[in-house]
């Protein structure tokens, strides 16, 4: 199993990747949740300008295996959407940890707090595995 030790993650297996002042943050999947899925053959995604709370569905990835909503980990704006995604899901598969779904612009105070280092999100998986 594959881990990026820059990002950050969440029980859900999703990683995000915060800028320097935690304002802006790339979401994706990580290489666990794309093995679990299976072969990635469809990605929903949001509109630009869109808002969420924290643990409300942002995108969905169907697999042909199944298909799965993915939660906003933190609370903001959708700035970019990944639109390759569209024409090439099987990306998602091939290279989970340089293919991000949504850029997000976090709302001002938004608590990163709950999410994982590398080492903690391992320990997950090895326990869930």
């Not at 779904?101 to 080492?119: M, N, Q, R």
């Amino acid at each position: 199993m594959v881990y990026a030790t820059n990002l950050y993650y969440t029980e859900e297996h999703e990683w995000i990747a915060l800028n320097e002042d935690q304002t802006i943050a790339k979401i994706g999947i990580t290489d666990f949740a794309q093995e679990q899925l299976g072969d990635v053959v469809y990605i929903g995604l949001p509109e630009v300008d869109d808002k969420f709370s924290k643990g409300e569905s942002i995108a969905e990835v169907e697999s042909v295996k199944s298909v799965s909503d993915i939660f906003s980990p933190l609370p903001g704006k959708i700035m970019k959407v990944n639109d390759v995604l569209e024409e090439q899901p099987e990306l998602l598969n091939n290279a989970p940890f340089e293919t991000w779904l949504v850029e997000v612009e976090l709302e001002d105070g938004a608590d990163v707090s709950h999410l994982l280092t590398a080492d903690a999100y391992q320990t997950l998986v090895e326990q869930e595995g």
